[in-house]
């Protein structure tokens, strides 16, 4: 780890140089382990260390980005000029005012010392106890054990000057038996949340009752989503729909319906960066403090994320959405959502239906089909359950499901109120949040053979 | 056809995959060795190579990460599976020899095996015959979406636009087409690929796989190709 003295003092430095009219350093940096497994046993084990820092540079209305692996003092110069030099043979950008100015932070607690420790042995150890538990069942697994930690650090030369550094944790176990699989993830800033063993149960139990799958129709169904995969269906929302870019293009299923009602009375979506119950992040990558926004309440559409540019194109304040420069071009994303319960359970949405099926999570979901309103498509993968008169009563081969979430959200019959932390794109700075949800209808338009 | 080669060939044959490293992720695969020359993925006009030889390609190199020579493999011959992209930790489980597609994207990633050029090899006819020999159908272009089941054999694929045919010609577009298979019931409806006139190496820039993500440049040569009795419909 290097801190934020460090980090500050050598970016300041580079920056000290004063070329263009303002300059941004953004530096990324991890020391991340990997353990993975198949077939019951470990056979990927990696660690790496990295950073990177950007740099932004604005000469008039000229943005240039360049950046650079190395902190050393030459060539961290060497990557500013070349952002000034980038900057001076761009076309101007008429939407840029300015770089953010400088802003106090909230607190946040994203550091645990114990999960920035953990080694390689005591990675592999969680895994023997997934093997374990799952060898109990008579099943094999596959999955990953990850750990590191990550050091956000903004600096620009209006003033503003950001760190955090965060440790990430997470485990996932695909549990696997003859003709049927399941599906377990834990998440958290602390490795003491995440128990191996409690995970590793979770999804063989899931293999063992998925085993014998049924051959089912397509068609609509009542279903209960499992926290992973209702997560799976926000993470595309998001992508097509609760971002700057796709709002201002006209493509998102926001788009000119701010006020209207578009799904369900009890759907409400939120990001908040700074809700310690996800992965809090108190800053964007333009050092932009996060602001907590509702893109979804009450089933009525209220509005997407921005950073400074997309905010300016649209008349509204950056809600500290900025991605990474090298990014910026997809405009603003929602990093850190989070769906409102309801106040049911699990075990109580699984009793209220006559005939439907439960998902564990989704595979391969694309949302590129219709994003006005809001299409997806996707595979059930690791459990889809058979569940009748109340009770799971088995598996059934996976169903292509593809359908418009509006339409599907707007038949919401119940929500958990427990709500799941579930992985995200990117773990250490985001995650998404979501309860279990109860849909009347989910139309599924094919099927496959396991 | 790149993207339809890419989901439905490319990925399960690597053998990483089949050995199930992969699941993790990106799952596991329907072609696996028990079916290795047995399984009639296709029908006799569907031969698809694994060629890191093709010029201008953005899956060609000298030698792969394992420093095995960049060679050309036939994965599917005249609609019959017959191979697979190995590498020397893998080959051995077939008893063969890598076949070099051992790649990492950068200096500090582990290798995996990696589709190469991917390539459908063409047929013998025009598409302007072809077009003529088709009485009813659909002409799809330009992938849009893609989604395929962890063991790859559902696939759904949108397009950007489809023009109807009839009697051999060129009619109504449609918006935002999609259409939707398994693997091998698809690739035994192939009746009739395009010459080489018409092939050409369309390139991948995109490829993901592996934890930590690797990225991988692949390409795909193919020619327009028609499939019998495919189900198709629209997003809305």
């Known amino acids: 780890m290097i801190g934020a003295d460090k ?80 900057a001076r043979s761009q076309k101007e950008n008429p939407d840029f005012v300015s770089l953010p100015g400088p802003a106090t932070y909230p607190e946040v607690q994203t550091f645990n010392e114990a999960t920035a420790s953990l080694t ?5 150890t969680k895994v023997r106890t997934v093997i374990r538990e799952a060898a109990r069942k008579k099943c094999t697994v596959a999955g990953s054990y990850a ?65 014998n799958p049924e051959d089912l129709p397509t068609g609509e169904y009542e279903v209960i989503l499992d926290p992973v995969a209702v997560a799976g269906l926000l993470e595309w929302m998001n992508y097509i729909g609760f971002g700057s870019k796709a709002m201002h293009e006209g493509t998102s299923f926001l788009a000119r319906k701010i006020g209207q009602k578009i799904t369900g009375a009890t759907v409400s979506i939120h990001d908040d960066g700074t809700d310690p119950v996800g992965m809090a992040m108190p800053f964007d990558f333009e050092g932009v403090p996060k602001q907590a926004v509702e893109l979804i309440t009450n089933g009525v559409a209220r509005g997407v994320v921005y950073d ?48 439907g099926l439960l998902v564990t999570r989704f595979h391969y979901i694309n949302g590129f089909l219709d994003t006005p309103n809001a299409v997806l498509t996707g595979m059930t993968r690791d459990g889809l359950m058979r569940i009748k008169q109340g009770k799971i009563v088995g598996g059934a081969k996976n169903l292509r499901f593809t359908d418009s979430m509006l339409r599907a959200f707007e038949t919401v019959k119940a929500m958990s109120s427990e709500r799941t932390l579930v992985k995200s794109w990117w773990d250490a700075v985001g995650c998404i949040v979501v309860p279990t949800v109860h849909l009347g209808s989910l139309k599924f338009s094919g099927k496959t053979d396991h | 056809m790149a993207l339809q080669v890419h989901e439905s060939c490319g990925h399960p044959t690597e053998l990483d995959r089949v050995l199930g490293t992969e699941i993790s992720l990106a799952g596991g695969s329907f072609m696996t060795i028990d079916k290795l020359g047995k399984l009639q993925y296709g029908s006799k006009h569907v031969t698809i190579v694994a060629d890191a030889t093709t010029p201008g390609g953005l899956g060609t190199f000298g030698y792969d990460d394992e420093g095995v020579p960049a060679q050309r493999t036939e994965l599917v011959r005249d609609g019959l599976f017959v191979g697979y992209l190995t590498s020397r930790e893998t080959a051995p489980v077939v008893d063969q020899q890598s076949n070099g597609t051992m790649r990492a994207d950068r200096w500090n990633r582990t290798p995996l095996i990696r589709m190469t050029n991917i390539n459908l090899e063409p047929g013998d006819v025009s598409f302007d015959d072809l077009m003529a020999d088709t ?42 087409p999609l259409y939707t298979g398994i693997t091998p019931q698809f690739w035994n409806s192939c009746d009739a690929v395009c010459s080489r006139d018409h092939w050409h190496v369309w390139g991948v820039a995109n490829c993901g796989k592996g934890q930590p993500m690797q990225v991988a440049h692949v390409a795909h040569g193919a020619s327009p190709t028609r499939f019998r009795g495919i189900t198709v419909g629209g997003s809305k």
């Open chain 1, 120 to 124: 390689p042995r005591q990675r592999a």
């Open chain 2, 135 to 176: 009485e009813g159908g659909l002409f799809f272009d330009t992938n849009t979406s893609w989604s395929i089941d962890d063991q790859r054999l559902n696939f759904q694929f949108g397009c950007e636009a489809a023009w109807e045919i009839r009697g051999g010609r060129k009619g109504q577009i449609y918006k935002n």
């Open chain 1, 147 to 211: 750990s590191g930690v990550d050091e956000v650090a903004v600096i620009n030369t209006l003033g503003v000057s950001a760190y955090q550094a965060m440790t990430t944790v997470s485990l996932s176990v695909i549990a696997m038996g003859d003709d049927s699989s399941g599906y377990a993830e834990g998440l958290s800033r602390n490795v003491a949340d995440v128990d191996a063993k409690a995970i590793a149960r979770q999804a063989t139990e899931t293999a063992v009752r998925c085993a």
């Open chain 1, 7 to 86: 980090l500050t003092d050598r970016l300041g430095e580079a920056l000290a140089l004063s070329l263009g009219d303002q300059a941004e350093a953004v530096f990324l940096g991890s020391e991340s382990g990997l353990t993975r497994f198949a077939n019951s046993a470990i056979h990927q084990n990696v660690a790496e260390t990295q950073g990177k820092v950007y740099f932004r540079v604005i000469r008039g209305k000229k943005i240039g980005v360049a950046s650079t692996n190395s902190l050393s003092r030459g060539d961290l110069k060497r990557a500013y000029r070349m952002a000034a030099k980038i």
């Open chain 1, 308 to 355: 400074s540019l997309w905010g300016t194109r649209a008349g509204v304040p950056s809600t500290g959405h900025a991605l990474t420069p090298d990014d910026a071009g997809e405009g603003a994303l929602a990093l850190n959502l989070f769906m409102a319960g309801g106040e049911s359970s699990r075990d109580d949405m699984i009793s209220s239906v006559e005939e």
